[in-house]
């Protein structure tokens, strides 16, 4: 059986999957967006992460995807993560370990 997938924005998912993103991808996004189209047929990236109980497809441009790893001060001017973050994170993660949330479908 496969999982639901769930078609959100970034700022919308919750706060465990935003950490989880953070840890696998802790280069930033840009190179892992796909595109699909949508229930419309209109063409949209993303970037698809497989959480617990979902597949996660994080609606976001290119453009975007740079916006927000820059204005994230988890990450450094090159777009990296940084040590001390992964630390908190990673910490974070393993405290919460709660399953993912049901979320709210747009």
């Not at 802790?26 to 597949?55: C, S, T, W």
């Not at 790893?69 to 450094?76: K, N, R, S």
């Amino acid at each position: 059986m496969s999982k639901p997938k769930v078609i959100k924005d970034y700022d919308k998912l919750p706060e465990n999957i935003l950490t989880e993103i953070k840890l696998k991808f802790p280069f930033g996004f840009e190179k892992h967006l796909i595109q699909f189209k949508n229930r419309d047929g209109k063409l949209v990236m993303a970037l698809p992460y497989e959480a617990d109980a979902f597949y996660y497809l994080i609606r976001m441009t290119r453009e975007e995807a740079k916006e927000i790893i820059e204005e994230d001060d988890d990450y450094d001017e090159e777009g990296n993560l940084t040590d001390d973050a992964q630390d908190k994170l990673q910490e974070m993660n393993e405290a919460e370990n709660i399953p993912d949330e049901d979320p709210d479908t747009d």
